[in-house]
């Protein structure tokens, strides 16, 4: 089993790649206690376009990888009809945290999340240009904050 070193974005790995592991950046969010693994985010450093979604459900923490369950497969499907390539954007949530009961996350865990992690990895990205919220939750903290 790959577990990774919890330490940043790292290649996607299988069978619970990030389960019981997570950045030291973690500690102090409120769903640091009961958070099932964190799923970094994808995609090059040159990337344009950026999607923002919920959070990781159980498949996306099992891979290790954002948007690869049920929502991953619809994604999918609109690039691929919008003529983009998966793999030259960057896919991230607004919690890295796969959350118990899948349920969405707290605007007080999606800000420490921002703060700490999505935000800062946005705007490392020098040739981002476009971020789409994908989903209410995604559209509440990007557009209403």
């Known amino acids: 089993m790959s577990l990774g070193d ?8 299988p069978h619970w790649g990030t389960v019981g592991r997570r ?6 969010c409120p769903a640091h206690p009961t958070s099932l693994g964190w799923v970094p985010p994808t995609g090059p450093p040159t990337a344009t ?5 919920q959070g990781p459900g159980r498949e996306e923490a099992y891979e290790s990888r954002p948007f690869v369950g049920v929502s991953g497969r619809l994604l999918d499907r609109w690039l691929s009809r919008a ?4 793999d030259t954007i960057h896919i991230t949530n607004t919690v890295w945290c796969h959350l118990p009961g899948n349920r969405p996350p707290t605007p007080a865990e999606q800000t420490h999340c921002w703060d700490r992690h999505v935000g800062p990895t946005l705007h490392s990205l020098p040739h981002l240009r476009v971020v789409v919220p994908v989903g209410i939750e995604a559209q509440r903290l990007l557009l209403w904050g």
Not at 6 to 13: L, R
């Open 6 to 13: 919890g330490s940043g974005p790292s290649t996607p790995s």
């Open 23 to 28: 950045p030291p950046t973690c500690e102090g």
């Open 49 to 53: 376009l950026a999607l923002v979604g």
């Open 83 to 86: 003529g983009i390539d998966r």
